[in-house]
C-alpha cells in the first residue's frame, strides 16, 4: 500500500501564494507519476496538474487552464515527494486540494489508486 500525506495549505490573501507537498511512504514501481486535484464547496472534483515521470525525455507536466501560469507542479529530490506551488492566487482557488498517485493507464487516461487526506486552501479577497 502507498500512503500519501500532505501539507501546506492555509489561509492566503488574494494575490499570495502557496506550496504543497506530498509524500508518498513508498516508491512503486508501477506508478507514473503524481497529480493534484481540488474540490470546492458544491462543485466536483477538479484536475488541476499532474507530474509523469520519463526517464527518456524528462519529466512531463500538465496543467488545467485556470492554473496555467500561476502553479507548478514538481517533484523533490526524492521521486516520492511532490509539489504544488501556487502563485498568484485567487478566491476561486478556494477549495480542498488533493494529491494523488498515478499507478495505472487505461487507454489514454491515468488513473489514481492512492489519495492523500486533502488540505484546505482559502483565498481571501
Known amino acids: 500500500q502507498v500512503l500519501l500525506v500532505e501539507s501546506g495549505g492555509g489561509l492566503v490573501q488574494a494575490g499570495g501564494s502557496l506550496r504543497l507537498s506530498c509524500a508518498a511512504s513508498?516508491?512503486?514501481?508501477?506508478?507514473?507519476?503524481f497529480g493534484w486535484f481540488r474540490q470546492a464547496p458544491g462543485m466536483e472534483r477538479e484536475f488541476v496538474a499532474n507530474?509523469?515521470?520519463?526517464?527518456?525525455?524528462?519529466?512531463?507536466?500538465s496543467y488545467a487552464a485556470s492554473v496555467k501560469g500561476r502553479f507548478t507542479i514538481s517533484r523533490g529530490s526524492a521521486v516520492n515527494t511532490v509539489y504544488l506551488q501556487m502563485n498568484s492566487l485567487k478566491p476561486d482557488d478556494t477549495a480542498v486540494y488533493y494529491c494523488?498517485?498515478?499507478?495505472?493507464?487505461?487507454?489514454?487516461?491515468?488513473?489514481?489508486?492512492?489519495w492523500s487526506q486533502g488540505t484546505q486552501v482559502t483565498v481571501s479577497s
Open positions: 513508498r516508491r512503486t514501481f508501477s506508478s507514473f507519476g
Open positions: 507530474i509523469i515521470w520519463s526517464a527518456w525525455s524528462g519529466d512531463i507536466t
Open positions: 494523488a498517485s498515478a499507478d495505472r493507464r487505461v487507454g489514454q487516461e491515468y488513473e489514481y489508486d492512492y
